[in-house]
């Protein structure tokens, strides 16, 4: 994935002693996504999102179903990169989009408890699939996870400043990998790979995620029909309650020996 790899030139200090040398940092930039309606000539601008380069149409296909604009890959006609930073999904015909759902924090406000549960509600009532938490997860297999991810991550590896979001089977086989610079990228990335393939719900899977676990992932994880997710970081408390709300284990701070289970 060298798209989503920069060389620059930087002065490392050690001990005192200046020297310059070559550094790699994750690229960062803007991705716009468009839609195009069958019966209408224009496209419309839904979103504009700052994201490492790679799996582009994959994130936008993520985005899209995440947030609620489409439900299935047969509404899709074609999904194409323009090139300059730009995707463009083109509906078949009959098919109509919501542009108030595409209010990225209309569903991800971390405020007051009234607020927060009025968030919860929105996303319960809004998911199309019936959680079904039927995984049983050994803890060895739990322990493997991160070793796992870390021998994948090629992107942090290189540059020790990128996100992922990962697939396992039950037991512990990885399944997909994406990275990106921010993490709801990498996850919309591994959503839509999963909804261009059909192979939503992802019921029978367990989600890694590299960092904290906060109410948004979680909230895509839901619409992604995920029963299971484990983060290495920290989950925030609006990330606990949509879990238990949706009966879906969530586990945090994942080390090789210990874990902790929130719900």
């Not at 996870?145 to 086989?173: N, P, V």
């Not at 997909?176 to 993490?183: H, I, S, Y």
């Not at 839509?192 to 719900?201: I, S, T």
């Not at 019921?203 to 983060?231: C, D, H, N, P, Y």
Request: charged share 25%; with cysteine.
């Amino acid at each position: 994935m060298d798209e989503g790899l920069h060389h620059i030139k930087i002065n490392k200090t050690k001990n005192g002693t200046s020297t310059e040398r070559e550094d790699v940092v994750a690229v960062e930039a803007p991705l716009a996504i468009q839609i195009k309606l069958f019966a209408e000539d224009k496209p419309r601008a839904i979103s504009v999102t700052m994201r490492t380069p790679g799996g582009d149409e994959e994130l936008t296909l993520g985005f899209l179903f995440t947030e609620g604009l489409i439900s299935g890959y047969e509404q899709i006609k074609a999904v194409k990169y323009l090139g300059e930073n730009i995707v463009k999904v083109y509906l078949n015909e009959g098919v109509t989009i919501n542009l108030q759902k595409a209010e990225r924090n209309f569903y991800t406000t971390s405020s007051c408890g009234v607020c927060g549960k009025a968030s919860i509600e929105a996303i319960t009532t809004k998911a199309p699939f019936e959680i079904k938490n039927t995984t049983i997860i050994k803890d060895e297999t739990l322990y493997s996870l991160k070793a796992k991810l870390a021998e994948q991550q090629s992107l942090f590896t290189a540059t020790g400043g990128i996100h992922a979001a990962a697939l396992f089977s039950e037991g512990g086989k990885l399944l997909t990998l994406q990275e990106d610079v921010g993490r709801h990228n990498a996850l919309d990335k591994l959503v839509g790979e999963a909804f261009r393939k059909n192979q939503l719900p992802l019921e029978k899977s367990i989600l890694l995620l590299s960092g904290r676990a906060s109410f948004e992932l979680i909230q895509k994880a839901t619409m992604a029909g995920i029963g299971t997710i484990v983060s290495v970081g920290a989950p925030s408390s609006l990330a606990v309650e949509l879990a238990r709300e949706n009966g879906q284990t969530l586990i945090g701070f994942l080390k090789e020996g210990s874990y902790n289970l929130y719900t």
